[in-house]
């Protein structure tokens, strides 16, 4: 980003901050929930009272030797950061270093036989067995009888407003789910998206989409990529998923076999397009990757080559959500008015952003729009998950 003065970076240590609120109040909750819905034992408790300690008054503690991902987290910040207060950090490290300490705590990363048991999984599958993914899917039979360019529409805001569909922050914010979505998009660049997409080689396109959550924003993310698959807008796409439970809902190569199961098993036109995703898998249209990155507490502007080269390869790579928000374009207090184009100048090819407003972070609005949002709700838009956007950049 060499043309843009920076911005401060977002720690937890401001009372009555939302990164506080996460750090002190959201952070505690998520230990709760996960402890009431399981049948852990004694040493799981003890570890999860331990990290709950550590967490809201604690410091940083380095991983034992012979941790299994001790190299990444030296390379990510810890040795920098061990033995600070989870306040003082900067607040996306230290809220990825929850769910790994928490991850760690309910035994995920051992040997033992809670090996690999998501602690968030039956909140997942809550969500994706209820009666409104029920009616989401149902609506796709009346879907398929529009013109294919409302089609398209629909599905990507189907994709953008299943971001909402947050269990953590469901968690801390009281009422976020009902609280009626805004209309209108604060920011709405998706003619450029199409026009990105248009090709006058039908199937020649690749797409990466950067998944979010899983269950009710996963499925519409599946459903998008059935139909520009269907309809000859790409050839192929990338589903960048978590490699292991993070953000509470964070989507992992399991949440996506269980929405596939869920679309296969629904009938009509959901189980078609979940048996055109099963096909696109099995011959190799769709790939899924896992990358050690896409669970890093760091911007995307310090991504590695392996995955600068994905991204550079791709005709569009679409980020989902507020987390992949807030390091696309940097954890940081921007002025709302700094360009996208700008803060995005960095990533190796065409980017788009699908994200409702869950955090402070926000860029790429004009001064009207910003001056129209504080004059209604003064600050709350920013994390009250009502309002949405969609950003381009395009660096052909
Ligand atoms: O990435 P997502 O699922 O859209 O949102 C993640 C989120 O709930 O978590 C962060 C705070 O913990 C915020 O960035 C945001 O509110």
Not at 262 to 274: E, V
Not at 298 to 308: N, V
Not at 367 to 387: F, I, K, M, N, P
Request: aromatic share 8%; glycine share 10%; proline share 7%.
């Amino acid at each position: 980003m060499p043309d843009t003065p920076s911005a401060p970076l977002l720690l937890g240590n401001q009372p009555g901050s939302f990164p506080h609120s996460v750090l002190a109040e959201r952070h505690p909750a998520i230990i709760k929930q996960v402890r009431e819905a399981f049948p852990y034992e004694p040493g799981q408790h003890r570890a999860l009272d331990e990290l709950l300690a550590n967490c809201t008054k604690g410091e940083i503690e380095p991983l034992p030797a012979d941790a299994h991902d001790r190299d990444h987290w030296e390379t990510w910040g810890l040795g920098e950061y061990t033995g600070r207060s989870w306040f003082d950090v900067p607040w996306l490290w230290s809220e990825s270093w929850f769910y790994r300490s928490l991850l760690q705590a309910v035994g995920y990363f051992g040997t033992g036989p809670w090996q690999g048991i998501d602690p968030f999984r039956p909140f997942k599958l809550a969500e994706l067995d209820s009666g409104e993914t029920d009616e989401e899917l149902a609506a796709l039979d009346d879907l398929a009888g529009r013109p294919a360019a409302e089609q398209a529409q629909a599905l990507l805001h189907g994709s953008l407003w299943g971001n909402r569909a947050d269990l953590g922050f469901r968690l801390s914010a009281a009422g976020a789910r009902d609280a009626d979505a805004a209309p209108g998009l604060v920011a709405d660049d998706s003619d450029r998206l199409w026009s990105l997409l248009d090709t006058t080689a039908p199937g020649a396109g690749t797409l990466c989409l950067v998944a979010d959550n899983a269950g009710r924003e996963l499925v519409p993310d599946l459903l998008l990529v059935a139909h520009l698959l269907q309809s000859g807008r790409i050839g192929r796409a990338v589903l960048h998923v978590k490699p292991y439970p993070y953000y509470v809902s964070d989507a992992t190569t399991a949440d996506v076999v269980d929405a596939l199961r869920r679309l296969t098993g629904a009938g009509g036109a959901a189980a078609a397009y979940g048996r055109q995703l099963w096909a696109a898998l099995a011959e190799g249209r769709l790939t899924l990757r896992a990358h050690p990155f896409s669970g890093a507490p760091l911007p995307y502007a310090e991504m590695p080559g392996g995955l600068r080269a994905d991204f550079a390869a791709a005709t569009l790579t679409i980020v989902k959500g507020d987390l992949n928000y807030r390091r696309l374009v940097g954890d940081r207090l921007w002025a709302p008015t700094t360009p996208f184009a700008d803060v995005t100048a960095y990533f190796p090819g065409p980017v788009a952003a699908l994200r409702t407003l869950k955090s402070d972070v926000i860029t790429g609005l004009d001064a009207r729009t910003e001056a129209a949002l504080v004059a209604a709700e003064d600050q709350r838009w920013r994390t009250s998950g009502t309002h949405a956007l969609i950003q381009v950049r395009d660096n052909r």
